[in-house]
């Protein structure tokens, strides 16, 4: 168990719907990641919270928002879904400081379904 | 080029194998390396962390960074069923999101 907790694990929507995606990271991180993998594209960067405000942004859609709250869980919003976002997503955490060489943890992961 | 480059495999060994996995990478600037195993359908999982040259060894497992050539490895010797997984290689990026950056994985598969 990484500590990093993410809720729903399995979701079936449909298209044009809208889902969202919670995030709890380990205790005492700071620093939250989202990662979509689907088959044909591995593990991709979506987005950086860091204490609450945004750090990076990779190869998220417009359609894709995020926030960090003050109680450092994290949501990833996903509207006017596409059978194309059908894929594994996961949160990552890492330790206070978001240094580099601090070790990244993953959670398990919501599987979304878009039919 | 790619930034990062991993063979998907699959690769299937018998059991007691040894094994090598690979990964090439392009940014020179790149100082942590990473190894992360990953079931189906499941969160990818640390297995080794690698700062700059050098190897590193942890049971069965040994991760070998060679930064001249762009190139780090994953050792798994005595190979064994629970073995098979994805094999993914990350690498840290030096800004200031620290994210990393995966390899498209290599799938792995020990024959009892």
């Known amino acids: 168990d990484s500590g990093v907790t993410q809720t729903p694990k399995h979701l079936i929507t449909a298209t044009g719907q809208r889902v969202t995606l919670r995030c709890s990271p380990r205790?005492?991180?700071?620093?939250v990641y989202w990662y979509q993998q689907s088959l044909d594209q591995g593990l991709q960067f979506l987005i950086q919270y860091y204490n609450g405000e945004e750090r990076a942004k990779g190869n998220i859609l417009e359609r894709f928002s995020a926030q960090q709250f003050p109680d450092l869980h994290s949501e990833l919003n996903l509207s006017s879904l596409e059978l194309g976002d059908s894929a594994l997503y996961f949160c990552a955490s890492s330790v206070a400081t978001g240094q580099s060489g601090n070790t990244i943890y993953f959670g398990e992961g919501s599987w979304l379904t878009v039919v | 080029q790619k930034e990062v480059e991993q063979d998907p495999g699959p690769l299937s060994v018998p059991e007691g194998a040894i094994v090598s996995l690979n990964c090439t990478y392009s940014?020179?600037?790149?100082?942590?390396f990473m190894w992360y195993r990953q079931y189906s359908r499941k969160g990818p999982e640390l297995l080794m962390y690698t700062y700059s040259s050098g190897n590193k060894e942890d049971g069965r497992f040994t991760a070998q960074v060679d930064k001249s050539s762009k190139y780090i490895s994953l050792f798994i010797r005595d190979s064994q069923p629970s073995d098979s997984a994805t094999y993914l290689c990350a690498f840290q990026t030096m800004d200031s999101s620290y994210k990393l950056i995966f390899g498209s994985g290599t799938r792995l598969l020990v024959r009892p």
């Open positions: 940014n020179s600037a790149f100082q942590y």
């Open positions: 205790s005492g991180d700071l620093s």
